[in-house]
């Protein structure tokens, strides 16, 4: 289910008596809706979250029990083209997390850029448990946001820890009471959504692929998006607002 609230987008998984367990059609849905996203240059925030109890349970065990290398395969391809996408986005992406996230709908809220979840939700990576490795982008995700060590213990192990273990691990950003979660939410979301969204871009995928990269290759990088922002309206309402000594308005272009 996709809802707009101005300039922010909330994609919302929407399989409340599976607990939002990823199965084919939502995964296909969430791949349409994110294309819808990339197509709409008025869109400078996204939210990513569970209706229901819980943010995801994982995949649809069900999806894989009768094949299960073609049900992997099916569910996996619009889910990797989705998170694709989401990365290349100029809009950053915040996962709005409650009640659970396991497997895959801990895999996903991973690949955020900020994480909110509510006090008491119960996390666990969960592959090693049905007995194979993870996806989603978990693997990418986990060493650079906690460390080789930490990561495979998460992965290899299989517990669960809650919200307030993860915020120390660095895998949230925040923790608040569940009566105050989708405020918090929208309140940061629309706090990015006023940003230099071109620049705001520009960054999440600078700091996304500096891991990946030596320093002169960073430098280069940088050059390159610094020049892309000073080509955009945004950049010269930013340094007017700084000498006329008022607040800059940015409109995200």
Known sequence: QVIREGAVVHLCFNRPAALN?????MAQAFLSAVRGVAADASVRAVVLRGLGKGFMAGGDLATLRADPVQGASDLLTPL?????????????????????AAGAGLSLMLQADFVIAAEGTRLNLAYINIGTSCDVGASWALPRLVGLRRALEIAMLGDTFTATQALDMGLINR?????????EVQAFAQRLASGPTRA????RRLMRGALDRDLPAQLEAEKEAFLACARTADMRVGIEAFFSKQPPHFKGH
Do not use: F, K, S, Y
């Open 175 to 183: 923790v608040v009471p569940a009566e105050q979660l989708h405020a």
């Open 80 to 100: 990797n083209a989705a998170l694709a996408l989401l990365a290349r986005l100029d809009a950053p992406v915040i996962a709005q997390v409650h009640g659970v």
């Open 21 to 25: 367990a990823v199965d084919l059609p």
């Open 200 to 203: 705001l871009g520009q960054t």
